[in-house]
C-alpha cells in the first residue's frame, strides 16, 4: 500500500517536477509516496456528484426539448440553439476553465463553477422566452468549463496510490460514459411526471450538494506558482474551438456546401494554428505542447475523441428507433438506456480497475473498442420489425462494456505524470477531446444517417416494387451511420494500441525498486 516506505511514487500528477513520457524508466527519481489524504473517499464522493451533474446536462435537456419549445415558442430553426449554446461554451472555453483551475487553485475554481453552474440553471428553469433560456445554458457551459477540469485535477492529485488510483479512475470513467445514457432516464422521468424546467431545477440540490460536501472534504491547495493566463493564446483556442463546433452543428441544417459552414470551419482551423504558433513563444502558455508530445498522453487523448465520436451517434439514433418506429414515451426511452449506463459502470469500476494495475493501459483501451465496435455491428442488423430484447438491448451491453473498458484507463493514462502546475490544463484537454469528439461525431454521423436515408427512399421511390416507408429509410439511414461508427471505434482500438505505450502501474513500480 501507499504507506510503505519503501514504495516509489505512482506515475500521478504531482509526482515528478515536470511532465515526462511513460515508460519503463519512470519515477527512478521520484520522491517516495506521501500520506493520503484521509477523506479522499468522501472527497471522491463530491467530485463524482459534481462530474455526473455535468455530464447529465449533456442530454438531459435533449428529451425535455419538444416540451420546452412548445410551451416557449421556440422555432425549428431556433431550437438547436438549446443544445448548441451549451456545447460551444463547454467546449470552447475548457482550456481556459483548465488553466484558472492551475491559477487560482483547484478547489477555489470547483466551488465557483458548482454555485454559477447552480445559478444558470436556475435561470433556465424559469426562463420566460427563448433568449432566456439560451443565454442560461451558455451560461451552464462556461460555468461546467470551469467545474470538469478542476474536478478531475482532483481526483489526480488526491489519489496517488495505483490501486486506490485506480479504483477512483474506475468511477470516474463509469460516470463519464454512462452518464448521459442516465440523463436520457432522468429527463424521461422529469418531463413525463414533472415539466421541462425541472431538467434544469434539478441541477441547484445537486450542485448545493456538492458544494456543502467540497468545503468539507476537499483539501485546500493554493494555485501554482508562475502559471499566468495566457488572454491572447485563450481567445486563439476558445474561439478556434467554438467555430469548429459551430460550424459543424450548421453543416446539418445549412448543407455542407454553405458558405458560412466553409467560412467557420476555415476560420476555426486558422485559428487553431494560430494557437499552436501562440504556444510556442508563449512565456506561460495556456496548453503547453509538452503536454502534447509525450506519446502516451496523446494517444489517450485521440482514443478519448475517437471513442466518444463513435458513442454520442447511438444516443442520437436510438433515441429516435425507439420512440418513433418502436413507439416508446420519453420515461421507456430513458430506461431502455439503462443497461447501457451498467455495462459502463460494471466494465469501468469491476473490470478495468481491478486489471489496470497489472496490465498494460493499451490491452485495455483497445479491447474495449474492440468489444464496442462489435456492440455497433449489433446495431447495424436493425430493421422496422427488431426488438428491443433481441436487438438493442445485446448491443447496449455490449457496446457499454467496451466502453466501460477504454474511459477508465483513458484517464488514468491521460492525468499520469504532470507536473502540478499543468494538472488543471491536463484535465481540461482531457475532456475538451472528449467533448469535441461527441459533438463532431453527432454530427457527422447523423449527416451519414440523413444522405442514406435519403437516397434509400429516392431508389424506392423510382421502383415499380413496393414503396418502403419513411420508417424504413430512417432505420437504413441508422445502419450505414452504425457502420461508420463502428469503423471509428475500431481506430480507436487501432490507435491505443499503436500509440501509448506505457506499463502496467504496478509492474513498473516493482522494476524501479528492483
Not at 517516495?32 to 446536462?57: C, G, H, N, Y
Not at 455542407?256 to 494554428?273: F, K, M, T
Not at 479491447?367 to 456492440?375: C, D, K, Q, R, Y
Amino acid at each position: 500500500m501507499s504507506e510503505q516506505p519503501s514504495r516509489r511514487a505512482p506515475a500521478a500528477a504531482g509526482s515528478t517536477p515536470d511532465s515526462l513520457p511513460l515508460g519503463p524508466d519512470r519515477d527512478v527519481d521520484a520522491p517516495a509516496t506521501p500520506e493520503p489524504d484521509s477523506k479522499r473517499w468522501w472527497a471522491l464522493v463530491f467530485i463524482s456528484l459534481a462530474q455526473l451533474m455535468v455530464i447529465l446536462d449533456g442530454t438531459i435537456v435533449n428529451i425535455a426539448l419538444p416540451s420546452a419549445q412548445r410551451d416557449l415558442g421556440i422555432s425549428d430553426s431556433g431550437r438547436q440553439w438549446v443544445i448548441t449554446a451549451y456545447t460551444l461554451a463547454f467546449g470552447g472555453l475548457l482550456l481556459l476553465g483548465g488553466r484558472v483551475a492551475d491559477l487560482v487553485g483547484r478547489k477555489r475554481t470547483f466551488l465557483i463553477g458548482l454555485l454559477g453552474f447552480a445559478a444558470a440553471s436556475a435561470l433556465g428553469g424559469a426562463a420566460l422566452d427563448p433568449w432566456m433560456l439560451f443565454v442560461a445554458r451558455a451560461l451552464q457551459g462556461l460555468f461546467g468549463a470551469l467545474l470538469a477540469p478542476s474536478a478531475l485535477s482532483l481526483l489526480t492529485t488526491t489519489f496517488t496510490d495505483p490501486d486506490e488510483r485506480g479504483k477512483a479512475f474506475g468511477i470516474y470513467g463509469a460516470l463519464a460514459g454512462g452518464g448521459s445514457a442516465f440523463g436520457l432516464v432522468v429527463g424521461g422521468l422529469l418531463t413525463e411526471y414533472l415539466n421541462w424546467r425541472w431538467s434544469l431545477y434539478v441541477n441547484v440540490p445537486i450542485a448545493l450538494a456538492a458544494f456543502l460536501g467540497a468545503l468539507a472534504f476537499l483539501e485546500h491547495r493554493p494555485g501554482q506558482p508562475g502559471v499566468r493566463l495566457d488572454v491572447p493564446g485563450a481567445l486563439l483556442g476558445s474561439g478556434g474551438l467554438v467555430a469548429l463546433v459551430y460550424g459543424f452543428s450548421e453543416a446539418e441544417p445549412r448543407g455542407w456546401a454553405s458558405p458560412l459552414v466553409h467560412a467557420l470551419l476555415a476560420g476555426g482551423l486558422v485559428l487553431l494554428a494560430g494557437f499552436t504558433v501562440r504556444q510556442k513563444r508563449a512565456e506561460s502558455p495556456l496548453l503547453p505542447l509538452r503536454i502534447l508530445m509525450d506519446r502516451n498522453r496523446m494517444g489517450s487523448f485521440a482514443t478519448m475523441g475517437l471513442a466518444t465520436a463513435g458513442m454520442f451517434g447511438v444516443f442520437l439514433f436510438l433515441t429516435y428507433y425507439l420512440q418513433v418506429v418502436l413507439g416508446y414515451s420519453p420515461v421507456k426511452t430513458g430506461l431502455a438506456f439503462l443497461p447501457m449506463s451498467v455495462a459502463i459502470a460494471v466494465g469501468a469500476t469491476q473490470i478495468a480497475a481491478r486489471l489496470l494495475p497489472r496490465t498494460a493501459p493499451r490491452v485495455l483501451m483497445a479491447s474495449g473498442m474492440v468489444l464496442a465496435a462489435a456492440g455497433m455491428v449489433v446495431l447495424t442488423g436493425l430493421s422496422v420489425y427488431s426488438g428491443y430484447a433481441t436487438r438493442v438491448l445485446p448491443a447496449l451491453l455490449v457496446l457499454g462494456l467496451g466502453m466501460g473498458l477504454t474511459f477508465m484507463p483513458v484517464y488514468a493514462t491521460a492525468t499520469a505524470g504532470v507536473a502540478p502546475k499543468d494538472s488543471g490544463i491536463t484535465s481540461a484537454t482531457v475532456t475538451t477531446f472528449q467533448q469535441v469528439g461527441g459533438s463532431l461525431g453527432t454530427v457527422l454521423l447523423n449527416t451519414v444517417a440523413a444522405s442514406a436515408a435519403t437516397r434509400h427512399a429516392n431508389r424506392s421511390l423510382g421502383g415499380p416494387a413496393q414503396q418502403d416507408s419513411a420508417a424504413e429509410s430512417m432505420v437504413h439511414g441508422f445502419t450505414v451511420a452504425s457502420w461508420w461508427s463502428a469503423g471509428v471505434l475500431l481506430l480507436a482500438a487501432l490507435v491505443s494500441a499503436c500509440a501509448v505505450t506505457a506499463r502496467a502501474p504496478r509492474r513498473t513500480h516493482r522494476e524501479t525498486e528492483a
